[in-house]
């Protein structure tokens, strides 16, 4: 059953395109701040952001890494309890000259990420995952840890 959760949860992030990054508030100390983003992740499961540095969750992950991640599929009609996994990790901002690839993945999955890549202030940022919550269902509840999510 794990190895079926943790396939399940792969697939979930590989087919979600929504998430809301929870990041350590600089502004109002001791409380989360949440926002939607938009991601990619490689092969290798690593995932990663394309966000500016003006945003206030950069400017939250430039004080603090820490970071949750939670990613979904839903429309109008899906059940609000559908299948979700969150992703606890810490991110870390990659040097532009590391970035072409993953700026290419952004393109390829959000066509208009084209019009952000030529302005200095949006960079690739990199989640290295501590540990994933995932969701599948009532009573299909698993912890997944970093050394399953990279096998």
């Keep these: 059953m794990r190895d079926q959760a943790l396939i399940e949860a792969k697939n979930q992030l590989n087919s979600s395109s929504v998430a809301v990054l929870s990041t350590h508030s600089q502004t109002l100390a001791g409380y989360p701040f949440g926002s939607t983003v938009q991601f990619v992740c490689n092969d290798d499961n690593n995932v990663y952001l394309f966000i ?11 004080a603090n890494s820490a970071l949750s991640l939670t990613v979904f599929n839903q429309t109008s009609d899906d059940d609000p309890q559908t299948a979700r996994l969150t992703l606890v990790g810490d991110a870390t901002k990659l040097p ?20 952000y890549m030529t302005l200095k202030d949006f960079n690739i940022w990199r ?12 009573g299909k509840i698993f912890w997944l840890e970093k050394n399953e999510w990279y096998t």
Aim: proline share 5%; hydrophobic share 45%.
């Design 52 to 62: 500016s540095d003006i945003a206030q969750h950069a400017k939250n992950l430039a």
């Design 96 to 115: 532009k000259i590391q970035s072409a690839p993953y700026l290419n993945a952004f393109v390829e999955k959000y066509p208009t990420v084209q019009e």
């Design 127 to 138: 989640i290295s995952i501590v540990r994933i919550r995932f969701i599948a269902g009532f």
